[in-house]
């Protein structure tokens, strides 16, 4: 069963243009033929503006927000302040100014709480809006959906990324696909490893991803497609709030003292 009308292939796209997305109508369309709000970052953008994660993504989009460009702080009953951003980088974004945006991969929903890595992506498609409930998501603020890497059938690629800065961060991606039987079974192999740098020490965020995809052709018009990604993380963020005095508001109370017994009854 041929299902054309349902697949999308990155290897059409040219530099930052795509002509086609699933993101509309869940079938094959035309991007200029679609009466909502998407748009499709191809590989090549990416590429070009070092994007690593979906803020990088959200920083070069209309009606996007990344952590970077928005506060989302509280305060809880205790008077602490709560930085909501820091606490939960992979989904502090806003799409149209409401909320964060629902996320999906091959256009299944998935954690939002697992950063988006340009390491493993061909494309991102934003699809701004009510427009996302046709994938079943239903957010008034919209849908990423990630279209990751596939195991090429027809020809080898071979990527090595190396990249730091000056806070002393570093990261580096290497990315394999292999044809092993040309037009039958290919093989590919992503991986990450990302140690962010800060100015305030000793302060952490190290991300290892390994990603490994099969595609296997059995017959002409049959694809079958299979993949596993292994995700960890140590994290240890900078304290984005200043020192704040709870002892001389303690000192004015009169020094008091809890009493459990007492809290029971």
Do not use: C
């Amino acid at each position: 069963v041929q299902l054309n009308p349902f697949e999308v292939k990155s290897g059409e796209d040219r530099g930052y243009y795509a002509s086609n997305t699933l993101a509309g109508t869940r079938m094959n369309s035309k991007i200029e033929d679609l009466a909502a709000s998407i748009t499709v970052v191809t590989k090549q953008q990416l590429t070009d503006t070092a994007a690593i994660d979906i803020n990088d993504i959200f920083l070069y989009e209309a009606n996007t927000m990344g952590a970077s460009q928005f506060s989302d702080y509280s305060i809880d009953r205790t008077g602490t302040l709560i930085d909501g951003n820091q606490d939960n980088a992979a989904s502090a974004n806003r799409v149209r100014g409401t909320t964060a945006a629902n996320t999906a991969r091959g256009n299944f929903a998935t954690n939002s709480r697992i950063p988006i890595d340009a390491y493993n992506i061909e494309s991102v498609e934003i699809s701004r809006g009510s427009n996302s409930t046709l994938f079943g998501l239903g957010n008034p603020s919209g849908t990423v959906n990630i279209n990751t890497g596939r195991a090429n059938l027809t020809r080898e690629s071979s990527t090595v990324t190396i990249r730091g800065d000056d806070w002393g961060g570093y990261r580096g991606s290497i990315d394999l696909s292999r044809p092993i039987i040309r037009d039958k079974l290919a093989v590919r192999f992503s991986a990450v490893y990302d140690d962010k740098g800060f100015i305030r020490k000793p302060s952490t965020d190290i991300s290892r991803r390994q990603t490994g995809t099969v595609s296997y052709r059995p017959f002409k018009n049959t694809t079958i497609r299979g993949s596993y990604e292994h995700y960890s993380q140590e994290r240890r963020p900078p304290n984005t709030q200043t020192p704040r005095d709870f002892v001389t508001q303690w000192i004015a109370a009169g020094k008091p003292t809890w009493d459990p017994i007492r809290r029971q009854s």
